[in-house]
């Protein structure tokens, strides 16, 4: 019941300028009001996924950004990475690659940084995806050896696997089996 109240109370003023998600989540709150933040945070992206609307993407698309600037203050990254997630499979539902590529260039990044290497993985991943829609299948060919590398240095069989049957798909559609 909290968390509906967190969501009436905020719905209208959470992402309207002047209204700061940052002063809730970093400054002198209760962790109990951080947790509910980030909470209705993770509802509305939930949302966001499930609920892919083509006459609202535009909506959805800028309430994930904005979830995306909230969530780049928070120490742990989480979060972080499933908004810029959620994000980047908007672009990809909405053939906008250049868009998903970048955000899932920033996910690999940051997952260096913080030496997360299952996001490491998974960036490629979508990298590699993203190049397979806008046919470059070369490219994506590379993106999934990259997971291949990660996933085999940091030992993550189920990646490797997974790396393993995207880049004979690449192959294939290179012509190349």
């Given amino acids: 019941m909290a968390m509906l109240a967190l969501d ?13 998600s940052f002063t809730l989540l970093n400054e002198g709150k209760k962790d109990s009001d ?6 209705w945070l993770t509802k509305k992206l939930q949302s966001v996924m499930f609920n892919f609307n083509e006459r609202l993407f535009q909506t959805q698309i800028s309430d994930c950004q904005k ?3 909230v969530t ?3 120490v742990d990254k989480t979060l972080f990475f499933l908004a ?9 539902n909405l053939d906008l690659l250049p868009q998903a ?4 260039d920033l996910i690999k990044d940051v997952g260096e940084e913080t030496r997360n290497w299952s996001q490491v ?13 806008g046919h470059d299948y070369k490219n ?6 990259l997971m291949l590398q990660v996933a085999w240095a940091t030992n993550v069989p189920e990646f490797e696997v997974k790396a393993f049957q995207r880049i004979s798909k690449q192959y294939f559609y290179l012509q190349n089996i």
């Avoid at 009436?8 to 700061?20: D, L, N, V, W």
């Avoid at 994506?140 to 050896?145: E, S, T």
Wanted: hydrophobic share 40%; charged share 25%.
């Fill in 67 to 69: 979830i995306c600037v």
């Fill in 84 to 92: 810029h997630q959620v994000l980047g499979c908007l672009y990809m």
């Fill in 101 to 104: 590529r970048q955000v899932f």
């Fill in 140 to 145: 994506a060919c590379k993106a999934f050896k």
């Fill in 121 to 133: 993985i998974q960036a490629y991943d979508w990298i590699g995806r993203t190049l397979q829609l």
């Fill in 72 to 74: 780049k203050t928070l």
């Fill in 8 to 20: 009436e109370k905020h719905r209208k003023h959470m992402f309207k300028p002047g209204f700061s």
């Fill in 34 to 39: 951080r947790l509910k933040v980030i909470d």
